[in-house]
């Protein structure tokens, strides 16, 4: 029996991952292991980010529907205020503009409704800007995971032509387990960026939908101000 014969008869017939990475040269495991903790840390983003923004869409709902029912603003605002309710600091930004210009004596009502509207647009950014800031991390495994997969795959596929020279045999048995194991790090990062890509790109659109909502309150909420001004 010839070793080729000996190899064949000991090579798996299917692929092992955990038996891959065992036997990956280190570089190519640090860089799995790095990819597999991007994937984890991209699925909890995803699944957070998605509950957290079902919690925060009910609750703004709830504080609009009480914002236009209940006459004392007040008590409304200050029982929001304490939670975490872009609605409610869209409200209070509004509303503090208002009543700083009111204080002030409304000597240019319509400087003092482009004021109101400044406070208003400024502060729907900024709670726009802050959810969107979540899936930084999501772009960028998107984007650099398939790349650091690649630099996995070239180290192992340089190892393996090292491993020809030392062995001075070029034999496709001897070559095969190493580019395999090369080729995995390059499908974990794929198994990282896939995922990664779509859950930013549908999240993004959530978030744009979301901040379009808090436009058209921010936008009731200046008509409301400016009627406010014109009884004054």
Not at 84 to 98: F, Q
Not at 193 to 221: C, K, W
Request: with cysteine.
């Amino acid at each position: 029996m010839t070793v080729l014969d000996l190899l064949a008869v000991s090579a798996p017939t299917r692929l092992d991952p955990i038996e891959l990475f065992l036997d990956a040269d280190i570089v190519v495991q640090l860089v799995i292991v790095g990819l597999i903790l991007a994937s984890i840390w991209t699925w909890a983003i995803i699944i957070g980010f998605s509950l957290r923004m079902g919690s925060t869409r009910s609750s703004c709902e709830t504080f609009e529907e009480d914002f236009w029912t209940h006459d004392d603003i007040d008590s409304v605002l200050d029982a929001r205020r304490r939670k975490d309710n872009p609605s409610a600091r869209i409200a209070a930004a509004g509303i503090a503009e208002y009543r700083r210009s009111h204080k002030a004596g409304l000597k240019d009502p319509v400087a003092a409704r482009g004021r109101v509207a400044q406070a208003l647009e400024g502060q729907v950014a900024h709670e726009a800007d802050k959810l969107a800031s979540r899936l930084n991390f999501l772009a960028t495994t998107g984007s650099v995971a398939p790349f650091v997969g690649l630099f996995g795959t070239v180290w192992g596929i340089m190892n393996s032509f090292f491993q020809i020279g030392l062995q001075q045999n070029s034999s496709l048995a001897v070559v095969a387990p190493g580019i395999a194991e090369a080729l995995f790090a390059t499908a974990i990062g794929l198994f990282a960026a896939i995922p990664a890509v779509i859950a930013y790109n549908r999240l993004s659109h959530t978030v744009n939908g979301f901040e379009a909502q808090m436009q058209r309150f921010a936008d009731r909420v200046h008509a409301s101000v400016s009627r406010e001004m014109e009884n004054v």
